[in-house]
């Protein structure tokens, strides 16, 4: 079946520093999302891209979908303690659902 | 507009017991899902709904089972827990239009001995 994988699965940053994290698809996506879940919280949506090559940003969040459609990326420039949580990209499954990525722990040290 | 609220928030089961976690939303959306958390492996789809009436099986729904009588609600029930449903719970409910955005509700922690 479909599976996404992401990397690093934890990542720790001193504040000020960027952080990156790395979202493959097994199969072809046609839109991929990504949610941060603050600790104790529930995820909450940020993005959706859908076309191959999109660049998408919000703030200091850039956020860029392959040409291939298959794999993505988020990037914080110079992070903040208020960006620490976990950060999942999900992308369509089987009938009306979508497939989540493990996940990549944030931690931000002041 | 309260979105999507989840009841209840902490419960502690007893291996064998039973129960029902409650999902109401209020934004009118058609799809709507349960997934359980469990540490490094993400989001794992139980069951999902299309809409009032209908249900569907996810990645994991085995010990579980649905219900979507009123559209606004999404019923998940144990028949009989057991440990390894120890989890952390979400619904969720779906948007439509430009993005099909998940808007998910705050959590259930159960925890089953």
């Known amino acids: ?110 | 507009n309260a979105g999507v609220t989840q009841t209840p928030k902490f419960r502690v089961l007893k291996t064998g017991q039973s129960m029902t976690l409650l999902c109401a939303q209020d934004m009118n959306h058609e799809y709507m899902y349960w997934y359980r958390q469990d540490p490094g492996m993400g989001l794992r789809l139980i069951h999902y709904s299309v809409g009032e009436g209908t249900t569907a099986k996810g990645e994991v729904p085995d010990g579980y089972n649905v219900s979507r009588l009123k559209k606004q609600n999404f019923l998940l029930g144990l028949e009989s827990a057991a440990p390894s449903q120890t989890s952390v719970y979400f619904c969720a409910s779906r948007s439509t239009g430009e993005a099909e955005k998940l808007f998910f509700g705050s959590g259930t922690q159960l925890s089953v001995l």
């Open chain 1, 1 to 110: 079946g479909q599976q996404v994988m992401q990397i690093p699965q934890y990542q720790h940053v001193q504040e000020g520093e960027d952080f990156t994290t790395y979202c493959n698809s097994s199969t072809t996506l046609s839109n991929i999302q990504w949610y941060k879940q603050r600790p104790g919280g529930h995820p909450v949506f940020l993005i959706q891209l859908v076309k191959s090559g999109e660049v998408k940003k919000q703030k200091r969040l850039t956020f860029q979908f392959g040409e291939a459609k298959k794999n993505s990326s988020l990037h914080i420039t110079a992070t903040q303690t208020t960006d620490v949580g976990t950060y999942f990209c999900a992308g369509p499954g089987y009938g009306q659902n979508f497939v989540f990525g493990p996940g990549t722990r944030l931690s931000v040290l002041p």
